[in-house]
């Protein structure tokens, strides 16, 4: 599934980003960059398509064939789905696709547990992916909210455009998906398998988390890129207010999640795998830093500053390999986490030292810094319960990170009188924003 992901995001060689730009700043053309894009992501797709096809022949034995080969076919409606999909965060419709995918998403799971009942195993639950992939291509296909696909349009230079901007953002979703994977190939040379399931249910959990921050980065990307265009001041303003109040949000909503880690592993997981609730736990605290780190891509992807994403992409992905070589033979799967964690304030840093010089803010690295300081400090309240009193209820531990953070965050001047009246008329405006 891992692979199957990240080869739906390859028909457009990493340009889902400048596609979804475009549209959202010239809506006009969007016909025209949703033509282009295609013409350019069925034959990367079908090419895909029959590399996997190929793989799987001659690689696997016989009883993956038939998996193997509903993967590849779901590449074919993937082509038209991504390009569909990025002219929708253009046009500012993510309620549309959060619609399509969270009904595709219960399709999956009824028809694959129907599959598994049945007797049909892996090749049934592949097939139940195919189909669906399919009529969600079908539906976006037909809907009169996507722009359509006129061949008329494909222009030469467009095209000769999109492959100048290939290897930046290819380069891109490579180190991305390096990100992601990486964690595991070293875990297991260093340490056993066993700590290898721990860490991955962990990081399952870990990744189920961060699908609301990663969601809303997507949907607010076009929104910023709109507003660049129109007046970088009021991108400004805007930017820094959802940066403020996203860390303010989010430094709650990691601690809460570190306090509650051990119930939720408890809730999904059997009982020789309840150790992933300490590599949950400091995860957790990940989910605040990519939250930040995903507005940040998203105002430099809007600001056209891919390279410097690239950039901070590269160097995470070098701290990371070497703090999990260093972190995981001593302490395993805990380690792996906390390598997680000094590569995503690493590639913070770098987004953050940014933003501060080009959308002059000079007091980000500060107010980051306060922010941080405050969750670390929640962060060790409630480590601090559990290690005091390990059979102590959460919420105890819940209690004590939150009455942590809060005399931090009103120490350092975080937390203000009226936050919450703030909060409610920065939401309001964005609204109006959008």
Same mark, same amino acid.
């Given at each position: 599934?891992?692979?199957?992901?990240?080869?739906?995001?390859?028909?457009?060689?990493?340009?889902?980003?400048?596609?979804?730009?475009?549209?959202?700043?010239?809506?006009?053309?969007?016909?025209?960059?949703?033509?282009?894009?295609?013409?350019?992501?069925?034959?990367?797709?079908?090419?895909?398509?029959?590399?996997?096809?190929?793989?799987?022949?001659?690689?696997?034995?016989?009883?993956?064939?038939?998996?193997?080969?509903?993967?590849?076919?779901?590449?074919?409606?993937?082509?038209?789905?991504?390009?569909?999909?990025?002219?929708?965060?253009?046009?500012?419709?993510?309620?549309?696709?959060?619609?399509?995918?969270?009904?595709?998403?219960?399709?999956?799971?009824?028809?694959?547990?129907?599959?598994?009942?049945?007797?049909?195993?892996?090749?049934?639950?592949?097939?139940?992916?195919?189909?669906?992939?399919?009529?969600?291509?079908?539906?976006?296909?037909?809907?009169?909210?996507?722009?359509?696909?006129?061949?008329?349009?494909?222009?030469?230079?467009?095209?000769?455009?999109?492959?100048?901007?290939?290897?930046?953002?290819?380069?891109?979703?490579?180190?991305?998906?390096?990100?992601?994977?990486?964690?595991?190939?070293?875990?297991?040379?260093?340490?056993?398998?066993?700590?290898?399931?721990?860490?991955?249910?962990?990081?399952?959990?870990?990744?189920?988390?961060?699908?609301?921050?990663?969601?809303?980065?997507?949907?607010?990307?076009?929104?910023?890129?709109?507003?660049?265009?129109?007046?970088?001041?009021?991108?400004?303003?805007?930017?820094?207010? %959802? #940066?403020?109040? *996203?860390? =303010?949000? @989010?430094?709650?909503? !990691?601690? $809460?999640? /570190?306090?509650?880690?051990?119930? +939720?592993?408890?809730?999904?997981?059997?009982?020789?795998?309840?150790?992933?609730?300490?590599?949950?736990?400091?995860?957790?605290?990940?989910?605040?830093?990519?939250?930040?780190?995903?507005?940040?891509?998203?105002?430099?992807?809007?600001?056209?500053?891919?390279?410097?994403?690239?950039?901070?992409?590269?160097?995470?992905?070098?701290?990371? %390999? #070497?703090?999990? *070589?260093? =972190?995981? @033979?001593?302490?395993? !799967?805990? $380690?792996? /986490?906390?390598?997680?964690?000094? +590569?995503?304030?690493?590639?913070?840093?770098?987004?953050?030292?940014?933003?501060?010089?080009?959308?002059?803010?000079?007091?980000?690295?500060?107010?980051?810094?306060?922010?941080?300081?405050?969750?670390?400090?929640?962060?060790?309240?409630?480590?601090?319960?559990?290690?005091?009193?390990?059979?102590?209820?959460?919420?105890?531990?819940?209690?004590?990170?939150?009455?942590?953070?809060?005399?931090?965050?009103?120490?350092?001047?975080?937390?203000?009188?009226?936050?919450?009246?703030?909060?409610?008329?920065?939401?309001?405006?964005?609204?109006?924003?959008?």
């Amino acid at each position: 599934m891992g692979v199957l992901m990240m080869l739906h995001a390859m028909p457009l060689l990493g340009l889902s980003v400048p596609l979804i730009r475009r549209i959202a700043t010239g809506p006009e053309d969007a016909s025209r960059e949703v033509s282009n894009a295609f013409a350019l992501s069925l034959p990367m797709a079908v090419l895909i398509t029959i590399g996997v096809y190929v793989y799987g022949v001659t690689q696997f034995d016989a009883a993956l064939h038939g998996p193997l080969d509903c993967l590849a076919l779901t590449m074919i409606p993937v082509a038209w789905i991504l390009v569909a999909e990025c002219a929708l965060l253009g046009l500012e419709r993510m309620d549309l696709i959060t619609k399509v995918q969270g009904l595709e998403a219960v399709g999956r799971l009824v028809f694959g547990v129907a599959a598994i009942q049945l007797g049909y195993g892996l090749y049934g639950v592949f097939v139940c992916i195919f189909v669906l992939r399919a009529l969600v291509a079908v539906y976006y296909a037909l809907s009169s909210v996507v722009p359509r696909v006129r061949w008329a349009l494909v222009s030469w230079d467009i095209q000769v455009r999109n492959f100048r901007e290939i290897p930046t953002f290819i380069g891109i979703v490579i180190l991305a998906a390096l990100v992601l994977r990486v964690d595991v190939l070293v875990l297991e040379h260093t340490r056993d398998l066993a700590e290898v399931a721990l860490f991955a249910a962990g990081a399952r959990l870990y990744e189920a988390a961060l699908m609301v921050p990663t969601m809303a980065a997507q949907a607010l990307m076009p929104t910023l890129a709109r507003m660049l265009q129109e007046s970088e001041e009021k991108f400004k303003q805007m930017f820094r207010e %959802v #940066l403020d109040h *996203l860390m =303010l949000i @989010g430094g709650l909503f !990691a601690i $809460g999640l /570190a306090a509650l880690a051990g119930v +939720a592993v408890a809730l999904v997981y059997p009982s020789h795998l309840q150790g992933a609730g300490e590599v949950f736990s400091w995860l957790a605290l990940g989910t605040v830093l990519v939250m930040v780190d995903q507005l940040l891509s998203s105002a430099m992807l809007a600001a056209k500053a891919q390279r410097e994403d690239m950039r901070s992409l590269a160097v995470a992905a070098v701290v990371l %390999v #070497l703090a999990l *070589l260093l =972190l995981t @033979g001593p302490w395993g !799967a805990q $380690g792996a /986490a906390w390598a997680i964690l000094i +590569a995503h304030l690493t590639r913070l840093a770098m987004r953050i030292r940014w933003a501060a010089a080009r959308l002059a803010f000079p007091e980000l690295p500060g107010a980051s810094v306060r922010h941080l300081f405050g969750m670390t400090m929640g962060m060790l309240g409630l480590r601090l319960v559990h290690l005091q009193h390990p059979a102590a209820e959460p919420v105890w531990a819940l209690m004590a990170g939150l009455a942590a953070w809060y005399m931090t965050a009103r120490l350092t001047g975080v937390l203000r009188p009226g936050w919450w009246r703030r909060l409610r008329q920065w939401r309001a405006s964005l609204q109006a924003a959008r």
